[in-house]
């Protein structure tokens, strides 16, 4: 292929995007799910798959293959980092770690500093008195 070619064929593929799977828009609405219900505790795979009528092994394959980590990594990742943000905001500063941990589905505080921790690499409320 020739480089005009090569620059043509670039240019219908940006007005033209590809069409997405049927897969690719199910992925696309499971993490929109995900999203909104991040502040729940209950939120996990079994439940996704509940609200998209797929079963619990589908759904794992659908997120291996667009995301490549499993579920339950990307809701604990997402949860983390919201509550990240939320340490960060001086304006939230009335709000005990504890709080937030709960706002972002993390019932008890000691998991959710042990998680924070691990993802973040300080402790929250080290993470709280740099930022």
């Known amino acids: 292929m020739d480089l005009t070619t090569a620059l043509l064929a670039h240019h219908l593929e940006r007005e033209n995007p590809p069409l997405r799977s049927p897969t690719h828009t199910l992925y696309l609405a499971i993490t929109?799910?995900?999203?909104?219900?991040l502040h729940l505790p209950g939120l996990d795979p079994a439940t996704i798959a509940a609200a998209h009528g797929i079963s619990l092994r589908y759904l794992?394959?659908?997120f291996q293959q667009h995301h490549h980590v499993s579920v339950g990594t990307h809701i604990r990742t997402r949860r983390l980092d919201r509550a990240r943000r939320e340490l960060a905001d001086r304006r939230l500063d009335h709000l005990t770690i504890a709080t937030i941990a709960r706002r972002w589905g993390f019932p008890r505080p000691a998991d959710f500093s042990r998680a924070f921790q691990q993802h973040i690499g300080i402790p929250p409320r080290d993470y709280r008195n740099k930022t």
């Not at 929109?32 to 219900?37: Q, T």
């Open 32 to 37: 929109a799910f995900i999203e909104e219900n």
């Open 60 to 62: 794992h394959r659908i």
